[in-house]
T-cell receptor, first 119, second 112 residues
Framework: EAGVVQSPRYKIIEKKQPVAFWCNPI?????LYWYLQNLGQGPELLIR????????DSQLPKDRFSAERLKGVDSTLKIQPAELGDSAVYLC?????????????????FGPGTRLTVL | SQQGEEDPQALSIQEGENATMNCSYK?????LQWYRQNSGRGLVHLIL?????REKHSGRLRVTLDTSKKSSSLLITASRAADTASYFC????????????FGQGTILTVHP
């Protein structure tokens, strides 16, 4: 079974330029997550999708970040314009069908991430 | 914000020794999960322990959970050089509506 696929793996851009990341979750996983991971830190959730609906985007800086998940499968995360502080690893994860009763989450399956460097 | 705090921040041991990492958290949880991240890679799920469980095993991994102290530990027995990675605890807080919160991780180095 293929894992979560992300592209590109690395991206170097100058500040104020736009950038987009793509994620293809594991087949059949209806929940998709975008995380930001700064160096030496754990991942922080940016947005979570249930199928094509963004059910939690409270941590997404909406002035410059946007995301979409058309048809409830692939997803893209965009930054426009990028700032120096956006340099980080952007991780995509997915999880399978609804968790068991009484639980919020099963395990999440992560992609390799996209390392963004903003110069 | 990150709910979990992990201790130690870095751990260096010899191959064959045991490694213990601790995680403390602040709010009541549904479950707690441990993930491993190799350098430059994504996170890999290791084990999930539910709030009504106290101990769980998976191969060389042993996880304990003390909800009264809001803490968990991950023990890796008979460590190998391939265990070198960062280890993160992630909590699923009650009423978080599915938001998983990660700690800042423990960097484990196992010397051959």
């Amino acid at each position: 079974e293929a894992g979560v696929v992300q592209s590109p793996r690395y991206k170097i851009i100058e500040k104020k330029q736009p950038v987009a990341f793509w994620c293809n979750p594991i087949s059949g996983h209806n929940t998709l997550y975008w995380y930001l991971q700064n160096l030496g830190q754990g991942p922080e959730l940016l947005i979570r999708y249930e199928n094509e609906e963004a059910v939690d985007d409270s941590q997404l800086p909406k002035d410059r970040f946007s995301a979409e998940r058309l048809k409830g499968v692939d997803s893209t995360l965009k930054i426009q314009p990028a700032e120096l502080g956006d340099s980080a690893v952007y991780l995509c994860a997915s999880s399978p069908l609804r968790p068991e009763p009484g639980q919020s989450y099963n395990e999440q399956f992560f992609g390799p991430g996209t390392r963004l460097t903003v110069l | 914000s990150q709910q979990g705090e992990e201790d130690p921040q870095a751990l260096s041991i010899q191959e064959g020794e045991n490694a213990t990492m601790n995680c403390s958290y602040k709010t009541s949880i549904n479950n707690l999960q441990w993930y491993r991240q190799n350098s430059g890679r994504g996170l890999v799920h290791l084990i999930l322990i539910r709030s009504n469980e106290r101990e769980k095993h998976s191969g060389r991994l042993r996880v304990t959970l003390d909800t009264s102290k809001k803490s968990s530990s991950l023990l890796i027995t008979a460590s190998r050089a391939a265990d070198t990675a960062s280890y993160f605890c992630a909590t699923d807080p009650i009423r978080s509506y599915g938001k998983l919160t990660f700690g800042q991780g423990t960097i484990l180095t196992v010397h051959p």
